[in-house]
């Protein structure tokens, strides 16, 4: 049996696309005001100074041209987005800049947006993505930027603050902030055909007391590029409300508007300002202005998307809750929204769909395993290593770009003993215990020392010799003979487990606890569980779910015990975790807004807890937000999520209890 846990949808694409797995809602603060002062804005131009007006610069009005954008069929158009949430400042601390990322990034994939995400990003993370932005825009494409958290406005330029900004004097700002006009130079730089800042940015300088100047809210942006759309959540020295649920109002309102279908973006806009100034009594009145010299509309997929078609040869599940027989599986696979198991034949059956990144239909007949991305997949068929779907960033690794509807040879030449796929990057070992990566590594998940992502397999410079790999979203750990830990990339949450709140751009030894040695890893979207050879479970990382699993919801930069219980296998999903024990009891904890945990709750847990199914249980292995599991009695059970059909029922309500997938 051979289970491989995916992070599959997870929150973070490119560098990465969605840090949350989808369905799995960040904490909100309890501790929330009644004013946040934050202001969103699509892009920092402010050349109107009329109220709820729109200017646009150019030859004519842009409702002349509507050109209508398909994302996910447009491949020469495109769209690719930075979203990044900050809130967990030492000082000034902001509720819900996390919140309205999330939300905010989950709507621009559902627009058919290449979503690279991160929340409370430090100077080094913030830099390395912005950086990985400049590298993802295409000619003539769509490039959109997010960012919530302080704003800081110095010498009449502006500036987005780190999470660990130290800031004692203007000069700091300066060296320490990111610079918004070198966001739009990258932009104009690339030649893309419409930009789209966002900008949710303190307008109350929380540093100014340290400042010789006293200026209030941000700077007018100068040389706005042609082609950018520009808006205010309110004027300049205003501040923006908090609103009364998990997002301020001017982004709850945009959130709303953008499920609008057939919206050009300056109706948006408008919509969005109406909205907002009525339900704020026009004490937030949103302002907005365009370079653009044509209206665009996004046209969004429909709500309920057609299934996606299975690949060539593959059977399908049947959505039938009683009908048809129960699978007799020999090796299950579970991976962000899609379910796979093999039986005696080679080919497998599946059920649900993969992600929307994804738009392949490769033959998977003759894959002796499969590891599922957020929008690729790998597997090895007839010893070579092959992979198929997105490959914008190079994960495929067949030194190219083009994504592919066809399974792809790697450019390898060795077959690989481990794979793993994070959501935009893939690593396997070779026979000799050597990683080799390709693909995103905006940061430093490739491990080879530098953020520069890879379209062909490139070697890590290590002495280890590594026997197992797994990968979450912007970060890899792989378990050497001896069962140590060693990650790398992304580590701003914990997730490499060394100590420190920072990333690696090579392999960093786990702080192992004493006298463990790991019998095998997995990784979440943030976080990473192992379990060691006397069958306890360690994890550390993000732990806003209580997916680490130790009673909290503290993030855990070294390794916490899952306490009371012993374990024989271990899964990890977007922001929840699975185990086995040696008596087939299904234990879960962490994230429970889909009912993934299978307890029959939507309730999160903190520490892990009892499935009641009174079955023989003999694998287990979680997605992004559901779970699967092979019995002896009824095959394979299925629970959480069924909004892609990862249920292998019809309707899309998800199951908080385990239910049977029948094939006809």
Not at 346 to 373: E, K, M, Y
Not at 489 to 516: A, I, N, W
Request: a positive charge.
């Amino acid at each position: 049996m051979i289970i491989h846990h995916g992070i599959g949808d997870a929150t973070v694409d490119d560098a990465e696309p969605s840090r949350h797995a989808r369905g799995a809602q960040p904490v909100p603060n309890p501790a929330r005001s009644i004013f946040r002062c934050v202001s969103l804005a699509l892009c920092l131009g402010l050349a109107s100074t009329l109220p709820a007006q729109t200017r646009v610069a150019g030859a004519g009005n842009p409702t002349d041209r509507r050109i209508e954008l398909t994302l996910r069929r447009d491949t020469t158009r495109r769209a690719v987005a930075l979203v990044i949430g900050n809130g967990a400042y030492a000082s000034a601390r902001l509720a819900n800049p996390v919140n309205d990322a999330h939300d905010v990034a989950d709507s621009l994939r559902d627009l058919g947006f290449h979503v690279m995400y991160q929340s409370d990003a430090s100077e080094k993370v913030m830099k390395r993505l912005v950086r990985a932005f400049r590298d993802s825009i295409s000619r003539g494409g769509i490039a959109l930027f997010y960012y919530a958290g302080h704003g800081v406005q110095v010498k009449g330029k502006n500036y987005l603050m780190p999470v660990d900004a130290q800031i004692e004097s203007e000069t700091d700002v300066e060296l320490t902030g990111i610079d918004l006009d070198g966001i739009l130079g990258y932009m104009e730089e690339a030649g893309s055909n419409l930009n789209i800042l966002i900008v949710d940015a303190c307008r109350n300088n929380p540093f100014r007391s340290s400042f010789r100047s006293q200026s209030s809210g941000l700077a007018q942006l100068t040389n706005v590029p042609i082609g950018t759309y520009v808006a205010f959540a309110t004027a300049p020295g205003q501040t923006a409300s908090d609103g009364t649920g998990r997002n301020g109002l001017f982004t709850e309102v945009l959130l709303g508007t953008l499920k609008s279908p057939g919206l050009s973006l300056l109706q948006i806009f408008q919509n969005v300002t109406k909205g907002v100034t009525a339900r704020s009594g026009r004490r937030q009145v949103p302002w907005v202005n365009s370079t653009a010299t044509e209206d665009f509309v996004l046209v969004t997929a429909p709500e309920r998307p057609a299934p996606i078609a299975p690949p060539v040869g593959v059977i399908v599940a049947s959505e039938g809750a009683s009908v048809g027989r129960a699978l007799n599986a020999t090796r299950l696979i579970v991976g962000g929204t899609t379910s796979c198991v093999f039986e005696t034949s080679p080919t497998p059956i599946c059920w649900g769909q993969r992600n929307s990144q994804a738009t392949s239909r490769p033959t998977l007949t003759g894959v002796d395993s499969i590891h599922f991305g957020r929008g690729h997949g790998c597997g090895v068929r007839r010893d070579v290593l092959v992979c198929w779907g997105d490959n914008t960033v190079g994960q495929l690794g067949d030194g190219s770009t083009t994504t592919s509807d066809t399974a792809r040879k790697v450019q390898l030449s060795f077959t690989p003993i481990a794979i793993a796929t994070g959501s935009s990057h893939t690593c396997a070992i070779s026979p000799e215990f050597a990683v080799w990566c390709w693909g995103s590594n905006s940061a430093g998940q490739l491990g080879d020392g530098s953020t520069t992502a890879r379209r062909l397999p490139t070697r890590i410079d290590s002495a280890n010799r590594f026997r197992s790999i797994v990968a979450g979203s912007l970060h890899t750990c792989a378990l050497t003979a001896l069962g140590e830990a060693w990650c790398w990339g992304d580590g701003f949450l914990g997730q490499l487990g060394s100590g420190l709140r920072q990333g690696e751009l090579k392999p960093r030894p786990v702080k192992m606890p004493s006298g463990t040695v790991f019998a095998s890893l997995s990784a979440g979207t943030d976080f990473t569980c192992g379990l060691a050879a006397q069958g306890r479970a360690w994890c550390w990382g993000d732990n806003r779910a209580g997916q680490i699993g130790d009673g909290s919801t503290r993030e855990r930069l070294e390794p916490s015990d899952v306490k009371r219980l012993s374990f024989t296998e271990i899964t990890t999903g977007g922001l929840h975790v699975c185990a086995l024990t040696d008596t087939k009891e299904m234990w879960c904890w962490g994230n429970n807004a889909s009912g993934q945990l299978g307890n029959g709750s939507r309730t999160n847990r903190t520490t892990a807890t009892l499935i009641p199914y009174e079955r023989s249980v003999q694998h287990i292995a979680a997605g992004s937000s559901h779970t699967c599991a092979t019995t002896r009695e009824d095959g394979v059970v299925c629970w959480g999520d069924n909004g892609a059909g990862q249920l292998g029922r019809p309707r899309t309500e998800p199951q908080a209890t385990p239910v049977v997938v029948r094939v006809p």
